[in-house]
């Protein structure tokens, strides 16, 4: 698992200190501070509305921070004009120049950072290439399809070699196999180019296969900032938990804090035993999660902390079994386990009893 | 598959139908409001001319002979090309052609402006443009006489400053008429390109930053080429009217500054008029317009294609 990253570094590409943004009493970003390292993959995560966009706009210069500062590789961007920053940006809405070719297009930036129009030209050819769209260079934007205009406005915004590049969902409109080999070819591109990319997306899946780090934010706040791992296994808290994959709370009351091992119970008196959280005390009523595929049933209890349950439901998805199990205390359990010879082992017919096990370090508690 | 190419074929009959009685306004308006002025001055402008107004209905081809040839004071010499009129064209082109560039150096800001305020205070501005132009034509142009005079506030203004010394003469110079056409045309320039503007994704403009373009390059390559529809548009509102203008010239240019509209106006008015060679001017200047019209259109075409 990738280690923190410095708090503050001149290594850093981008360094973002109380980033506060209003719109009139609207309060878009709420003190974001964010370091993010060179060369680095880094995806901003969330919800629509919470943010992302606004906090990329602020970094590309469009929109100033009402409070705080953004600083790119140390030095302070403060009210520096998008032109004159090294940084590239993948819009949203694509915003292709409509009167000018795919090839012109992408030779855009070239040409204004004063290359020959016979370089840009090649350049752009060769970033076509790359999009695989060589055949389209002498088309208008207005006759591409939505993800080949997609596309156009990647290698437009790569062709120039910015030090840092933004992609605002730059895979959304791409359908889902065209949108997988992109993604591998994002993630190569960045190995190959070196250029920091800032990714923003709303999905999940796409965020825990390509990123180096992920930013998970919700209502203009940073809600964690980890490796993919981390943010998946080590949640803080409920929304983090609950956006990224499936997940199950359990509503307990820590009794017992001693060194990294915390001792807590649910609400029928059933003693769990987890790692320690910081910011959670003993006498605390939170929430412990468990992803449903670190759960499994049992007929006998595989150890002391086994719940007795009964199962309600069992669902087959090809690769895997999901079923549901009632708690004697109450509540419900979502439990996953492979189609496989050891995980089929595992499934009851439904009405059966069983006990249902947790493994080692599978239950994380919750801030809130 | 079959059944769905039948039903659309259908389906798009009936439309037919119901879009060719529909049109019927269209076409009349077009017959009665375009077509048939046109005809009736060009079947005019070849007829005999009465001496106390109107026609005979004799063809006769003195009214473009009296246009183009010279053929003396008592119509004996041998003909030469008679410049009294063509000049007096090449003047209003001129004249139109300088209201028009004044019309779109002021326009363009200010539909730019308007446009970019946020969207609920946009009419209001529009509105306050469009409100100097409730008031009557004739009485605009008498008043911008006012304003021009050597004791107008203009002159006032200009010496109270110190700018100048001694009042500046405009009133019955080229200046005053272009003042008075940009003046009457305005609105018809800062309208379309308001349009165009309010239309114009700014998210364009902000791609081209990012790509590292100035403000000016972003207004040059990518701005200017998105509104050019209602650039042209506006140039040719404004041209047109001002090529035929007469108000203008009459009241601000004097004896000397005579234009287009004010030669064919006098050849309708009162006893003195001649109606086919009005009617000769008239489509003329149609021609000429419809000429330059049209080498504007090759000249982009050509242009659009180079790129
Ligand atoms: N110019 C603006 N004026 C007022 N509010 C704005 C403005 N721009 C964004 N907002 C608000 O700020 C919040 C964050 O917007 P933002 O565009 O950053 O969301 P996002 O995370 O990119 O969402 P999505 O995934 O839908 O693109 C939204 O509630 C939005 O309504
Ligand atoms: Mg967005």
């Given at each position: 698992m990738q280690t923190k990253m410095p708090?503050?570094?001149?290594?850093?590409a981008i360094d973002v200190q109380n980033a506060v943004k209003r719109f009139g009493n609207f309060t878009?970003?709420?003190?974001i501070s964010l370091a993010i390292a060179d060369n680095e993959f880094f995806t901003l995560l969330?919800?629509?509305?919470?943010?992302k966009t606004t906090l990329l706009r602020i970094i590309a210069g469009f929109d100033e921070v009402t409070e705080g500062s953004v600083r790119l590789y140390g030095e302070?961007?403060?009210?520096?004009?998008p032109n004159r920053r090294p940084v590239n940006t993948v819009f949203q809405s694509y915003a292709?120049?409509?009167?000018?070719?795919v090839l012109q297009n992408v030779g855009f930036g070239l040409e204004m950072l004063g290359s020959s129009s016979t370089e840009a030209r090649e350049c752009a050819g060769r970033m076509l290439e790359l999009v695989q769209l060589s055949q389209f260079?002498?088309?208008?934007?207005?006759?591409?399809s939505g993800g080949q205009q997609q596309r156009v406005a990647l290698a437009r915004a790569l062709a120039p070699q910015p030090k840092l590049l933004l992609l605002?969902?730059?895979?959304?409109?791409?359908d889902l196999k065209l949108r997988k080999a992109m993604r591998i070819e994002l993630k190569h591109l960045q190995r190959e180019t070196g250029i920091t990319f800032i990714f923003v997306t709303h999905d999940q899946e796409e965020a825990l296969t390509m990123s180096d780090r992920i930013a998970v934010m919700s209502e203009g706040e940073l809600q964690q900032v980890g490796a993919a791992r981390e943010i998946y296994?080590?949640?803080?808290n409920r929304f983090v938990a609950n956006f990224i994959g499936d997940t199950n709370l359990l509503e307990v009351t820590v009794d017992r804090i001693e060194g990294a091992r915390a001792t807590c119970h649910l609400g029928g008196g059933h003693a769990l035993s987890c790692e320690a959280v910081d910011g959670v005390r003993e006498g605390a009523r939170v929430h412990l999660s468990v992803r449903p595929e670190r759960l499994f049933a049992t007929a006998?209890?595989?150890?002391?902390e086994a719940l007795a349950a009964r199962v309600v439901e069992t669902v087959f998805t090809g690769t895997g079994i999901t079923s549901i199990v009632e708690l004697e205390q109450g509540p419900r359990l979502t439990l996953r386990s492979s189609n496989s010879e050891r995980g089929n082992r595992r499934v009851f017919e439904q009405g059966a009893a069983c006990f249902v096990n947790m493994e080692a370090g599978a239950g994380r508690l919750l801030i809130d | 598959m079959a059944a769905g190419a039948v039903g659309g074929s259908s389906a798009s009959s009936t439309y037919r139908e119901a879009r060719g009685w529909l049109l019927l306004p269209a076409w009349s308006v077009l017959l009665f409001f375009s077509l048939a002025p046109v005809i009736m001055m060009l079947v005019y402008s070849f007829l005999t001319k009465e001496h106390r107004g109107g026609v005979i209905w004799e063809f006769s081809l003195a009214a473009y002979d009296q246009f183009f040839l010279d053929r003396g004071l008592f119509g004996d010499e041998p003909p030469r090309i008679q410049w009294t009129y063509i000049a007096i064209f090449w003047r209003s082109i001129w004249q139109a052609g300088a209201a028009t560039l004044m019309s779109l150096a002021v326009g363009f800001p200010t539909a730019y402006f308007i446009a970019t305020r946020p969207a609920k205070a946009r009419p209001l501005w529009v509105f306050l443009i469009t409100?100097?132009?409730?008031?009557?034509l004739l009485i605009r142009t008498v008043s911008m006489k006012f304003l021009l005079r050597e004791q107008g506030p203009l002159n006032d203004f200009l010496l109270w400053t110190g700018a100048i010394d001694s009042p500046l003469q405009?009133?019955?110079?080229n200046l005053a008429v272009q003042l008075g056409l940009f003046y009457s045309y305005l609105p018809f320039m800062v309208l379309p390109i308001y349009a165009a503007v309010e239309r114009y994704d700014f998210a364009l403009s902000e791609a081209a930053a990012d790509l590292y373009a100035s403000k000016w390059t972003t207004l040059r390559r990518i701005l200017l080429p998105a509104v050019k529809p209602g650039v042209v548009a506006g140039c040719i509102l404004v041209f047109v009217p001002s090529l035929g203008s007469f108000l203008a010239p009459d009241l601000l240019g004097g004896?000397?500054?005579?234009?287009i509209g004010s030669l064919i106006e006098e050849q309708f008015k009162?006893?003195?008029?001649?109606w086919p060679f009005g009617a000769a001017a008239s489509m003329i200047l149609l021609t000429l317009v419809l000429l330059l019209l049209l080498a504007f259109a090759r000249q982009q075409a050509r242009a659009e294609r180079r790129s």
């Open positions: 708090e503050t570094s001149s290594q850093n878009a970003l709420k003190q969330g919800p629509s509305g919470c943010g302070d961007l403060g009210a520096l004009p292709l120049f409509p009167h000018m070719s260079a002498d088309r208008r934007p207005g006759q591409l605002d969902e730059p895979l959304s409109a791409l296994e080590r949640p803080r006998e209890p595989a150890g002391p | 409100i100097p132009y409730w008031v009557n405009i009133v019955n110079t004896a000397r500054n005579f234009m009162g006893n003195a008029g001649n």
